[in-house]
């Protein structure tokens, strides 16, 4: 019976210490982080969430009245900003529908009508070649080290 545990407990401990990237599926998709980027496809991407984050997100804060900070909630200073998502751009660089993964408004879980305001502007715009037929999973927003 030891021998068998001692087994066990040793190959348990081989397959703990694999350090493989296990790439995720969606309905047979490959979904790439976007840290996992080629560099060409890396710098198209940057753009586009470089350009929301100026425009788009400085709105939503605006819009909801929010002061990014460590302060917390008695300075109201809100930690927490974003949604986690999978995008799925499709052919012709629309993006064809999105899956929220996560996502914080303040500490809280956002509301979908806050969860769509994230999103909106995703869906008019048109991605370059580079992020076509593409599942792509980020973070948008802003979530504070503090």
């Known amino acids: 019976m030891k021998i068998v545990l001692s ?4 190959a348990f401990s081989i397959i703990l210490s694999a350090q493989e ?3 995720e599926k969606i309905n047979g998709d490959t979904i790439v982080f976007d840290y996992q980027l080629t560099e060409l496809k890396y710098t198209a991407w ?3 969430k470089q350009n929301w984050t100026r425009k788009d997100f400085q709105e939503v804060i605006k819009e909801n009245k ?3 900070g460590c302060g917390g909630i008695s300075n109201n200073e809100c930690e927490s900003l974003y949604v986690d998502v999978i995008l799925k751009i499709n052919e012709k660089g629309k993006l064809e529908y999105y899956k929220l993964l996560n996502g914080k408004k303040c500490g809280e879980s956002i509301t979908k009508p806050f969860e769509i305001r994230m999103m909106r502007n995703f869906f008019k715009i ?3 070649e580079e992020l076509r037929n593409l ?6 927003g802003s ?3 503090c």
Request: proline share 4%; aromatic share 12%.
């Open 66 to 68: 929010i002061k990014m």
């Open 126 to 128: 048109e991605f370059p």
């Open 7 to 10: 087994i066990f407990l040793f």
């Open 21 to 23: 990237v296990v790439e």
């Open 46 to 48: 940057l753009k586009i």
């Open 143 to 145: 979530a504070l080290k």
């Open 135 to 140: 599942k792509l999973q980020t973070r948008l």
